[in-house]
T-cell receptor
C-alpha cells in the first residue's frame, strides 16, 4: 500500500538557520503530496501542497519539490524563526472515486532556539 | 481560517463503557473524516463519510465503532464498548470536496481505564 517515511524524529536549530526535513513516499499511482504543520494544542493544518511531478509548492517561506525520480518530497526553509517550532508531517493523499484519505508520516518535531 | 471544533477535549472512561466524540465541521463542508493517533505513533485514517454514508474505512475501524451526522448536526464517532487500545487522540477533519484540503479539529484525547 501507499506509505510515507520521515526518518527525522526531532530537529533542533537556532534562529536563521537552514531547515531541511526528509520525506520519501511509496505509491503505485500519481500522488498528491502535502506538508501539514501542527502547533501545540491544535490539529494539523495545511502548509503546502503539490500535485504535479517536479513542481514546487511554497508557503510562508517553506518550499517542497515533488521529485518523482527519487520519490521524495523534502521540506526546506532558508531561515527559520522561533515561531516555526511545531510538528511537521509529510502527507500523501490517496483518492478513491470522489473521496479520499490522508496517509501521514510519523512527523518531525522542529524546535527553534532563539 | 475555517475552524473545526471537537467536544470534549479530554474524556476519561472505564473500559466497556460507551463514548461519543463530537465534531462540529466547517459549515459548508460535505466530506468528514476521523483519524486516530496513539502517543508516539503515526496519525492513521479511520473512516470517511459523505452524503450520510461511510465511503471508506480502515482496518482500525472496528465493529464497535460507528459514525453519523444526524440532520446536519455534529459528526460523531461512537465507540461501544470501549477497549484499552482505544486510548488515543482522535482528530476530526472536514473538506468541501473529496480531494480538497482537509481542515482538522484540535483533537479529543480519549483515555480508557
Amino acid at each position: 500500500g501507499n506509505s510515507v517515511t520521515q526518518m527525522q524524529g526531532q530537529v533542533t536549530l537556532s534562529e536563521e538557520e537552514f531547515l531541511f526535513i526528509n520525506c520519501t513516499y511509496s505509491t503505485t499511482g500519481y500522488p498528491t503530496l502535502f506538508w501539514y504543520v501542527q502547533y501545540p494544542g491544535e490539529g494539523p493544518q495545511l502548509l503546502l501542497k503539490v500535485t504535479t511531478a517536479n513542481n514546487k509548492g511554497s508557503s510562508r517561506g517553506f518550499e517542497a519539490t515533488y521529485d518523482k525520480g527519487t520519490t521524495s518530497f523534502h521540506l526546506q526553509k532558508a531561515s527559520v524563526q522561533e515561531s516555526d517550532s511545531a510538528v511537521y508531517y509529510c502527507v500523501l493523499g490517496e483518492w478513491t472515486g470522489n473521496t479520499g484519505k490522508l496517509i501521514f508520516g510519523l512527523g518531525t518535531t522542529l524546535q527553534v532556539q532563539p | 481560517g475555517p475552524k473545526v471544533l471537537q467536544i470534549p477535549s479530554h474524556q476519561i472512561i472505564d473500559m466497556g463503557q460507551m463514548v461519543t466524540l463530537n465534531c462540529d465541521p466547517v459549515s459548508n463542508h460535505l466530506y468528514f473524516y476521523w483519524y486516530k493517533q496513539i502517543l508516539g505513533q503515526q496519525m492513521e485514517f479511520l473512516v470517511n463519510f459523505y452524503n450520510g454514508k461511510v465511503m471508506e474505512k480502515s482496518k482500525l475501524f472496528k465493529d464497535q465503532f460507528s459514525v453519523e451526522r444526524p440532520d446536519g448536526s455534529y459528526f460523531t464517532l461512537k465507540i461501544q464498548p470501549t477497549a484499552l487500545e482505544d486510548s488515543a487522540v482522535y482528530f476530526c477533519a472536514s473538506s468541501s470536496l473529496g480531494g480538497a484540503e482537509q481542515f482538522f479539529g484540535p483533537g479529543t484525547r480519549l483515555t480508557v481505564l
